[in-house]
């Protein structure tokens, strides 16, 4: 993720938190503010779990079409 990706992120979660802060909600504005300072370990944490589905997935189709040709 590049730097402008992240500050986009960082500005809508900002703007967010003050809309929901602003409404009353302030609970609700934690979840963001958390998120806003672990930006990119939540990153990490969202890469590593598409890969581990990814590989997954790839080794039961790929285990399919083997028995398959196989057969």
Not at 15 to 30: E, H, Q
């Amino acid at each position: 993720m590049n730097d402008k990706t992240k500050s986009l992120i960082r500005h809508t979660l900002t703007a967010l938190g003050v809309l929901l802060a602003a409404v009353g909600m302030a609970d609700a504005s934690d979840l963001f503010n958390t998120l806003l300072v672990d930006l990119d370990g939540i990153w990490d944490a969202m890469l590593v779990i598409m890969g581990l589905v990814t590989t997954v997935v790839g080794f039961f189709t790929k285990r399919k079409e083997v028995e398959a040709v196989e057969e």
